[in-house]
């Protein structure tokens, strides 16, 4: 009889692999689909709340249904959690939020702190509105108004004012900024000489391009503001670099040149007008000595016009020896009334002094000191009256015109 015949206990005791096949009994088929299925189902049931999942087919059916729903549930639970953990975001204190809800940008800019939104229904783009940002741009081959090329290297120093702008209004601000440089940058080396951007007009010229680059970020709503505007290096190229580098150090020669003409005018000017001032002082000083001696004689001539009216004569006389006595002791000549005769000799005192006769340059003033010059004079005197070289000395005169 065949293992598998019909009458065999299902085949169990002609199996091979059964009891009767001595490598162990019992049932080692496969484990059953259905039964797996049955034995998850259950589990998941017990797990978020199902039926007891006995009972036949019926109660099989119903334990399919709590999985459905528990397990949706809690899928549902958890996708919300994350959802909603995903909404938490933080703005440091330098940033500001621009929110964008369903694609539309709301009026509220977000301030530093904890904050939360929907996700997939808001986004929020985070800007740092403190930070200084900085752009160099190295533009060269670039030509002046007098037609030279120059190389030259400028630095941009911007830092985002308006947050909405900046998000919303430009697709690339960044892109934007670099552009108008360019452009700003070229524009005003276009309308400088090379001269000026190499010496003394950097600064002027950066802030043309600090003000011609604000409007365009202006015109265009970006919301950058230009902080700064830097001409870091103005070099003419390489090839002609020689030659510039002599204008340059000419036109140093020259600035030199010019401080110290200008350091000896700040000398002399003053010490000319303190020489001008010092003349003036001088002339007026002068001026009223005049006029202060002027109004002297004035007086003078007024008492002496009194007195000469009260004494005509006697006025006349002693005018006449005043005047005299004045003419007489600015000469450096003496008379000499020769006794016997109707002439007076007059002694030239400046020439004898010259060959030595007359030692003392001064004039005798009282009777002892005429005398003695008298005598001294005596060998010099050669008259037809006078044999024996004796003056007269009562008939002396001094250079004061008196008489002993």
């Known amino acids: 009889m065949a293992w598998n015949e019909p009458g065999n206990n299902n085949g169990k ?30 589990k998941f049931n017990g797990l978020f709340g199902g039926g007891s999942g006995s009972g036949g087919k019926k109660s099989s059916g119903s334990g399919n249904g709590g999985l459905s729903g528990g397990f949706l549930a809690g899928i549902a639970v958890v996708a919300a959690a994350v959802w909603g953990f995903m909404g938490i975001y933080i703005v440091d204190e330098a940033e500001r939020g621009v929110i964008l809800r369903f694609g539309r940008v709301l009026d509220i800019v977000v301030q530093p702190g904890l ?32 037609e030279n090329i120059i190389d030259i290297t400028v630095t941009v ?19 934007s900024l670099d552009n108008a440089a360019e ?19 950097r600064a002027a010229m950066a802030d043309a391009v600090q003000d011609r680059l604000q409007n365009y970020m202006n015109t265009y709503t970006t919301g950058i503001r230009v902080a700064q505007v830097n ?4 070099q003419p190229p390489d090839a002609v670099r020689p030659a510039f580098d002599d204008v340059i150090r000419a036109r140093e020669d020259e600035q030199r ?51 000469y009216q009260k004494a005509p004569q006697v006025t006349r006389q002693r005018l006449y020896i005043e005047s005299l006595q004045d003419v007489m002791t600015a000469s ?35 009777q002892r000191e005429l005398q003695d010059f008298a005598d001294r004079l005596s060998p010099y005197l050669q008259g037809p009256s006078n044999t024996s070289g004796t003056v007269d000395r009562s008939r002396l005169t001094n250079s004061r015109g008196n008489r002993p």
Request: charged share 25%; glycine share 8%.
């Open 157 to 175: 120093q911007y830092v985002i004012e308006d947050p909405v702008n900046y998000v919303i209004a430009v697709q690339d601000p960044e892109l």
């Open 257 to 307: 040149a010019q401080n110290q003409a200008q350091q000896y005018s700040n000398r002399i000017i003053p010490e000319a007008r303190g020489d001008a001032q010092r003349q003036i002082e001088e002339a007026n000083a002068y001026k009223e000595e005049v006029i202060a001696r002027a109004e002297g004689e004035a007086s003078r001539f007024d008492a002496l016009l009194t007195e």
């Open 115 to 146: 904050h939360w939104n929907p996700p997939l229904i808001d986004e929020v783009s985070l800007v740092n509105v403190s930070e200084l940002n900085r752009k160099t741009y190295d533009n060269n081959a670039m030509l002046t108004t007098d």
């Open 13 to 42: 005791d002609h199996d091979p692999w059964g009891s009767g096949g001595g490598r162990g009994g019992g049932d080692q088929g496969p484990p059953d689909i259905d039964e797996v299925i049955k034995n998850l189902t259950k």
């Open 183 to 201: 452009s700003a940058i070229r524009h005003e080396v276009g309308s400088n000489f090379m001269d000026q951007i190499l010496t003394t007009g």
């Open 332 to 366: 450096s000549k003496i008379m000499i009334d020769v006794e016997g005769g109707n002439n007076m000799m007059y002694l030239p005192l400046d020439k004898l002094m010259e060959q030595g006769a007359i030692t003392s340059p001064s004039m005798p003033s009282s």
């Open 231 to 234: 001409v870091v290096d103005a």
